[in-house]
C-alpha cells in the first residue's frame, strides 16, 4: 500500500558528498516523520538523522549531514558533506505515517542504499 524508494547512494572519496533521496507513495493521508538509518556490517541499524515535530541528528553526523523534506512530494532528503570512512553502511529511508484521517500511524522501510566511502 506504501512504498518508500531510494536513490543517491554510491562510492565516494573521503571528503567527499553524496545525497540521498526517498519518495514515498501509496495510501498517504499525512507523514508524521521522515529520516534516515544506517547499518554497517556487525553493526545495529541506527539513526542517521529525523525530520517531524522537530529535526534530530546522530552526533557522529552533526555539523556534516542535512536533512530536508518537500512534503508536496512526500520526499525525505539527506545531503552528505564530509563524509567519511565510518559513514560506509546501507542507509534506510524510514517514515511514520497514517492512511486515514484520526487513524492509527504505520512505519514503513525503504529497501536501502549503499554508501560507501574510500579513504
Known amino acids: 500500500q506504501v512504498q518508500l524508494v531510494e536513490s543517491g547512494g554510491g562510492l565516494v572519496q573521503a571528503g567527499g558528498s553524496l545525497r540521498l533521496s526517498c519518495a514515498a507513495s501509496g495510501s498517504i493521508f499525512s507523514i508524521n516523520a521522515m529520516g534516515w538509518y544506517r547499518q554497517a556490517p556487525g553493526n545495529k541499524r541506527e539513526l542517521v538523522a529525523i525530520?517531524?515535530?522537530?529535526?534530530n541528528y546522530a552526533d557522529s553526523v552533526k555539523g556534516r549531514f542535512t536533512i530536508s523534506r518537500d512534503n508536496a512530494k512526500n520526499t525525505v532528503y539527506l545531503q552528505m558533506n564530509s563524509l567519511k570512512p565510518e559513514d560506509t553502511a546501507v542507509y534506510y529511508c524510514y517514515a511514520y505515517l497514517m492512511m486515514a484521517p484520526r487513524g492509527r500511524g504505520y512505519q514503513y522501510w525503504g529497501q536501502g542504499t549503499q554508501v560507501t566511502v574510500s579513504s
Open positions: 525530520s517531524g515535530g522537530s529535526t
